[in-house]
C-alpha cells in the first residue's frame, strides 16, 4: 500500500530532497555559505567475535554492556556539554562469515574532551573489565580510530537523504536572547553555488 502511496511511507518522512551538505556553524551558530573553517575529530569505536558462536561466545555480552554504557554516557545532555559529543551513527558489519562487527562513527568538537571521556569514570570502568579478562577472550576484537580534520579539509554530500553521520549531528551555539544554549543541526542547502561541488566544498579552485 506504501507503493501506491495508499499509506506514508515513513521512511521518506524525513528525507530532505535534493543536495544537502554539513557545514559546521560557528559559536554564534552562523551558518557558513562559504567552506567551513571550524574543524571536527571523527571518532570511529567498534567491536567483534571471531568465533562461531558469534555474539553467544563468551565476553561477548560484556563487552556489548560496556560498549553501551559508553555510547549512553557521551551521548547525553551531560556527555554533550562536558566531551564535546555532537552525534553518531552505528553499524553493523557484513564483512567475512561473523557478520556481528558493531560500528560507530561519532563526531566532537575536540580532541580535548574525546581525552577527558577517555579518563571519566565510565570509560575506566570498561576499559579495567577488558585488561583483565583479555587473555580469556582471545577471539574478541576491540578497535577504535581518531580523526581530526582542520577546517577546509573535510566534505561531505547527501542526496535525498535522511540526516546521518555528521549530516545528523547538533552543534551547541550561544543564543543572544537566550540563557539555554541551543543545538543547530549542520545541514544546509547545496544544490547551487560553492557547496554543489566537492572542490568548491573544500575550499579549492577550479571544477570538480
Known amino acids: 500500500m506504501q507503493i501506491y502511496g495508499l499509506i506514508p511511507n515513513p521512511e521518506m518522512a524525513k528525507v530532505i530532497p ?21 574543524s571536527i575529530v571523527v571518532l570511529l569505536l567498534g567491536f567483534k567475535s571471531n568465533r562461531p558462536l558469534r555474539m553467544l561466545s563468551s565476553g561477548f555480552k560484556e563487552t556489548s554492556d560496556h560498549f553501551m554504557a559508553m555510547l549512553q554516557s557521551f551521548d547525553s545532555p551531560e556527555g554533550r556539554e562536558e566531551f564535546g559529543f555532537l552525534g553518531g551513527s552505528s553499524y553493523l558489519g557484513s564483512s567475512g562469515q561473523a557478520s556481528n562487527e558493531i560500528v560507530t562513527i561519532s563526531y566532537w568538537r575536540g580532541i580535548e574532551g574525546l581525552h577527558a571521556f577517555a579518563e571519566s569514570p565510565i570509560h575506566r570502568q ?15 576484537f576491540i578497535f577504535h580510530e581518531i580523526y581530526k580534520a582542520e577546517g577546509k579539509s573535510h566534505d561531505n554530500i547527501y542526496f ?17 536572547d537566550k540563557v539555554e544554549r541551543q543545538w543547530v543541526n549542520p545541514l544546509v542547502d547545496a544544490n547551487r553555488g560553492i557547496l554543489a561541488t566537492s572542490r568548491g566544498r573544500l575550499g579549492l579552485r577550479g571544477h570538480d
Open 126 to 140: 570498561g576499559w579495567d573489565w577488558w585488561n583483565r579478562t583479555v587473555k580469556e577472550h582471545p577471539h574478541l
Open 160 to 176: 535525498n537523504a535522511q540526516p546521518t553521520l555528521i549530516g545528523g549531528t547538533a552543534f551547541p551555539v550561544k543564543s543572544n
Open 18 to 38: 535534493g543536495r544537502t551538505t554539513a557545514q559546521i556553524p560557528d559559536m554564534n551558530g552562523t551558518m557558513p555559505a562559504e567552506p567551513s573553517k571550524e
